[in-house]
């Protein structure tokens, strides 16, 4: 072992050697050569000192036998495998344990758990990879951390990381104290968005082995085509998507600050998600809102969403002293469809109409807008040209209307500087899952939900909390395989 330690001491002074020759070397240079070489150099330095720490670690001194987890092992020989590091790929040699008495089973590794290894890699390479891939393709991951690192884990090794990684994302979130210097009025909005999944159709299409019988004359590409050709898919109908989505359901948590100026926010903002169920959610943001203050008569509380009626469902059952609030862009945007069925689209004269009601749904006047629109429906002949679809849309809107007439109290909300608009969960749900998850693909069931609790963290600006929960654990353990691909698919339409 000291050999080892004697000839890794020697490899670091001969990188650092060489670093310094680079540094020095006579000759006119681009500095972008001499920089791209040189960080290839302190890459190269770097994996000596890791080499290096490494034996002076596996050198330490230990008990031959010891026990761990209820069994009795004993130091027999040793393992060399590959460490996967931010420097790079190195050689690990460390004495392994085996069972006592001897038999066939699982070895242990002391000095991995010492240095809270992750099954060949380090903690922060496991990290890295698994924050890349939290904010881009994992090919664009893999690419970018080659790009840095000189080196890239494959495929198969980076969605391991990402089950591992995201198994502990939700403990995490939910164990996370609540934010210091939080407002004194507690904000909740809630919506939800589309992810594409794999169906079960196309999951057996894809396992299966490419087969030989489309090879033939031609190049590979003539062979695709003659494929697309014998699998031809029948043509969707209006209404058919072929998008196979499952839903994201997405919680914001804020508070708003009473200052001089008015009303500061949002401050702390949280985000939660879930592909489980909007119930499952709620559950979530329920727990997550009574440790900022929900329920025990400190702070008002205001719940912000569409006009989902599970929503509102939900928020009764699970918020029910809060104040609720249907968005007004939802609401308005209501409007102009009924303005579409009174006036030609467009015209001078909608948009006025539009903005009189507007006006009076900001003064309160919720119930003289419903009345308005039951009059203009009464007005409208029940044949003619185009009539009895206009007569439906806005015999729908007024249903919509009387729903959440008790949600419309814009005048109260905007005389206290509240809030009155989902903005922050819609530009939530647009970063959170669109930019992600709702891309070209399928995912997987199990493998989309960690990813989004990840993204969760992400955006939460938690992930330096993130790592030191990890850091402090006994150690990451990746699990020995992917997990399978779990399929979804969706319901179809009517």
Not at 8 to 19: G, L, S, T, Y
Not at 282 to 290: D, G, K, N
Not at 449 to 471: H, M, P, S, V
Request: charged fraction near 30%; aromatic fraction near 8%.
């Amino acid at each position: 072992m000291s050999d080892s330690i004697d000839q890794a001491r020697r490899d670091v002074h001969c990188a650092f050697e060489e670093a310094l020759a680079w540094a020095e070397r006579d000759g006119r240079r681009s500095f972008f050569e001499y920089e791209r070489q040189a960080w290839t150099l302190m890459l190269a330095l770097g994996r000596a000192l890791v080499v290096l720490f490494l034996a002076h670690q596996a050198r330490r001194p230990r008990p031959v036998e010891y026990r761990h987890e209820g069994n009795r092992y004993r130091l027999d020989g040793e393992r060399t495998s590959e460490l996967g590091t931010r420097f790079g790929k190195v050689s690990f040699t460390r004495p392994k344990g085996c069972l006592t008495p001897k038999q066939r089973g699982k070895c242990d590794l002391p000095v991995d758990r010492e240095l809270k290894l992750c099954s060949g890699f380090s903690l922060g390479v496991v990290l890295d990879m698994t924050r890349l891939c939290a904010q881009m393709a994992y090919a664009s991951a893999r690419a970018t951390h080659r790009e840095f690192c000189g080196w890239a884990p494959s495929p198969r090794a980076v969605m391991r990381m990402i089950d591992g990684a995201g198994e502990e994302a939700r403990p995490f979130l939910e164990q996370a104290p609540p934010p210091k210097d939080d407002g004194e009025i507690l904000v909740i909005e809630v919506d939800a968005k589309g992810a594409p999944m794999i169906s079960e159709q196309e999951h057996q299409r894809r396992s299966q082995p490419h087969q030989a019988k489309w090879a033939g004359k031609g190049t590979r590409r003539h062979a695709r085509r003659r494929r697309r050709r014998a699998q031809a898919r029948p043509r969707r109908t209006k209404g058919k998507k072929s998008k196979n989505a499952k839903m994201a359901f997405v919680g914001a948590i804020y508070t708003l600050k009473t200052t001089p100026d008015g009303m500061e926010g949002p401050i702390e903002k949280r985000l939660y998600a879930t592909f489980e169920s909007h119930e499952e959610l709620f559950i979530w943001l329920l727990r997550e809102a009574q440790k900022r203050g929900y329920g025990n008569g400190t702070k008002e509380c205001f719940f912000l969403a569409d006009g989902s009626d599970h929503i509102w469902r939900l928020q009764e059952r699970y918020f029910g002293e809060a104040e609720p609030c249907v968005d007004w862009y939802h609401i308005v945007e209501k409007l102009w469809t009924a303005g579409a069925c009174l006036h030609r689209e467009g015209s001078r004269e909608q948009a006025e109409w539009v903005c009189e009601q507007a006006n009076r749904l900001r003064r309160g006047a919720a119930s003289a807008v419903l009345e308005e629109l039951r009059q203009r429906l009464a007005e409208i002949p029940r044949t003619g040209p185009g009539n009895k679809g206009k007569r439906k849309r806005l015999g729908d809107i007024i249903k919509h209307y009387r729903k959440n007439l008790a949600r419309m109290r814009y005048d109260v909300l905007r005389a206290r500087d509240l809030v009155i608009g989902t903005g922050v969960i819609e530009g939530a749900v647009r970063h959170l899952v669109g930019f992600r998850l709702d891309c070209p693909g399928r995912w997987g069931r199990l493998r989309s939900e960690k990813l989004l609790r990840l993204r969760c963290i992400l955006l939460n600006g938690q992930w330096d909390e993130f790592t030191e929960y990890l850091a402090k654990r006994r150690g990451l353990a990746l699990p020995a395989q992917p997990q399978p691909t779990v399929t979804h698919d969706a319901k179809k339409a009517a």
